[in-house]
């Protein structure tokens, strides 16, 4: 645990709300992700309270956050509107819910990632701008992974250590890395799409998806992901049940 990001009184910390709740009679209970201090718990005093912070302590509003720290929660003392909110709506906001529930259920509390804050708000940039949304959330997963320790390896297959083919196909042993299999279902083509950060195709974007679930559900510990449930209930009373997410 990073002992600097649990001092008493923090200093001004950029961050986003991923998740609120209210918390006795005004309060509202944030989980927060800075990019000085990492994830927090915060108790937000009056927070449900009309105009008692700049911006409502809404998701995906960058903010300027000061807090004081008593035991494993903190009293949030300062708040400031920190940039421009995204504006998140249809599939876009539940993809948005969907990274900021990875973050929440993934990341250990008061342990900094500047570098996945900053792939954090390219993500919901990107996913405000609509530009290339699901190569943008495959790259935030990647690199969710990568920073909590488990990066998985795209260059090369794990039994003999040869240099990823394009053509050939493999199958992904978690924990391992992929293997060649004629019969798998995996190609070569996705690895290194993935690793170059960039979906070339139609079935590297499916591929991909496919594989960084597989990589992922190992760490939500057996419990689903209720951003996904949300979206299914969206698109079952509103459009056909074939439909899938991006996420």
Request: with cysteine.
């Amino acid at each position: 645990m990073r002992t600097e990001s649990r001092r008493s009184a923090s200093d001004w910390c950029h961050g986003y709300v991923l998740h609120r709740r209210p918390w006795r009679e005004t309060s509202l209970w944030l989980e927060v992700f800075t990019r000085e201090a990492g994830k927090v718990a915060l108790i937000a005093k009056g927070g449900r309270r009309p105009k008692r912070f700049p911006g409502g302590l809404q998701p995906f509003q960058p903010l300027l956050l000061q807090w004081r720290r008593r035991g494993d929660l903190a009293n949030l003392t300062a708040a400031e509107v920190g940039g421009v909110a995204f504006p998140l709506t249809g599939e876009a906001l539940f993809c948005g819910f969907y990274v900021n529930e990875l973050l929440s259920r993934l990341l250990a509390r008061d342990d900094p990632h500047p570098g996945l804050f900053d792939g954090y708000r390219r993500v919901l940039l990107e996913l405000a701008e609509g530009t290339d949304v699901e190569a943008g959330l495959r790259r935030f997963e990647l690199t969710l992974l990568v920073e909590i320790g488990y990066a998985p390896v795209l260059d090369h297959e794990v039994e003999y250590g040869n240099a990823i083919e394009a053509e050939r196909r493999y199958r992904y042993v978690p924990d391992r890395g992929p293997v060649a299999d004629a019969g798998g279902w995996l190609h070569g083509r996705t690895l290194l799409d993935l690793n170059a950060g960039c979906l070339s195709s139609p079935r590297s974007r499916v591929e991909a998806k496919r594989l960084l679930r597989l990589l992922i559900e190992p760490h939500l510990q057996g419990r689903p992901l209720q951003s996904r449930s949300l979206f299914r209930q969206r698109v079952t009373g509103h459009a056909p049940q074939t439909r899938s997410s991006r996420c």
